[in-house]
C-alpha cells in the first residue's frame, strides 16, 4: 500500500499571502490529522477530520483551516500568513482505534 | 489537560550498546494509548513502537522494547544493540481512547546520536 503523500513539499510564501497544503491519506484510512511541528512549540495539534467532518480541534487561530473530501483526501488552508507560520505540517491517518501513520511533511516558509 | 514530558533533550550511546529514552505522562484517563515516535533527518515521522494501557505486557518490537509503569505514568524506551540508523529524534506521544479525542499529544523530543 502507498503510504501517506502530502503536496507540495517545499513552499515558500510571504506575510499576508494564504496558502494550501494537500494530503492523501493510505488507502481505506478515513481518519486525517494534521500537526505543525516547530523549533519552538514543537509537536501541535491543529485538527482531525473523519469522514469530511472535523471531529477535534486544536488550538490554533481561525486563520488555520482544513476540510476532507469525499475520497478522504484533505487540505489544510492559512490565511493571512505570518512569519510564526513557518513550520513543518505534518498530515498522518489511521483507521479508528489504530495508529496514526504520518506522511513526509510539506515545509513551509514565510518570508 | 494530557500531557507528556521528554526530560533528556539529548542522549549519546555507542554502536551495539543499549541505551533508554524517559517519557512520563500525566493523565486522568484509564484507557489510552502510549507512542514511541521516530523523525531522522529526512523529517518522516515514523512508528517505533505502540502500547496499550490495558495492556500490562511491554511491548516489544525487534530491538525496540518499553518499560511501562502505568502507576508511575512512566514509558520508557530501551533501543538494544543501536546502529548508526537508530540516529534520530525520539518523541513520546499519547493518545486518549476517548470519544473523538484521536489526536496524538507529543513531548518535546529525545535526540539521540549514535557514535561509530
Known amino acids: 500500500k502507498a503510504g501517506v503523500t502530502q503536496t507540495p513539499r517545499y513552499l515558500i510564501k510571504t506575510r499576508g499571502q494564504q496558502v494550501t497544503l494537500s494530503c492523501s491519506p493510505i488507502?481505506?484510512?478515513?481518519?486525517v490529522s494534521w500537526y505543525q511541528q516547530t523549533p519552538g512549540q514543537g509537536l501541535q495539534f491543529l485538527f482531525e477530520?473523519?469522514?469530511?467532518?472535523?471531529?477535534n480541534k486544536g488550538n490554533f487561530p481561525g486563520r488555520f483551516s482544513g476540510r476532507q473530501f469525499s475520497n478522504s483526501r484533505s487540505e489544510m488552508n492559512v490565511s493571512t500568513l505570518e512569519l510564526g507560520d513557518s513550520a513543518l505540517y505534518l498530515c498522518?491517518?489511521?483507521?479508528?482505534?489504530?495508529?496514526?501513520?504520518f506522511g513526509p511533511g510539506t515545509r513551509l516558509l514565510v518570508l | 489537560a494530557q500531557t507528556v514530558t521528554q526530560s533528556q533533550p539529548e542522549m549519546s550511546v555507542q554502536e551495539a550498546e543499549t541505551v533508554t529514552l524517559s517519557c512520563t505522562y500525566d493523565?486522568?484517563?484509564?484507557?489510552?494509548?502510549l507512542f514511541w515516535y521516530k523523525q531522522p533527518p529526512s523529517r518522516q515521522m515514523i512508528l517505533v513502537i505502540r502500547q496499550e494501557a490495558y495492556k500490562q505486557q511491554n511491548a516489544t518490537e525487534n530491538r525496540f522494547s518499553v518499560n511501562f509503569q502505568k502507576a508511575a505514568k512512566s514509558f520508557s524506551l530501551k533501543i538494544s544493540d543501536s546502529q548508526l540508523g537508530d540516529a534520530a529524534m525520539y518523541f513520546c506521544?499519547?493518545?486518549?481512547?476517548?470519544?473523538?479525542?484521536?489526536?496524538?499529544?507529543f513531548g518535546k523530543g529525545t535526540k539521540l546520536s549514535v557514535k561509530p
Open positions: 488507502s481505506g484510512h478515513r481518519s
Open positions: 493523565t486522568s484517563e484509564s484507557d489510552y494509548y
Open positions: 506521544a499519547y493518545r486518549s481512547m476517548e470519544g473523538s479525542q484521536g489526536n496524538l499529544i
Open positions: 477530520y473523519f469522514s469530511e467532518t472535523q471531529r
Open positions: 498522518a491517518s489511521r483507521l479508528p482505534l489504530e495508529t496514526q501513520y
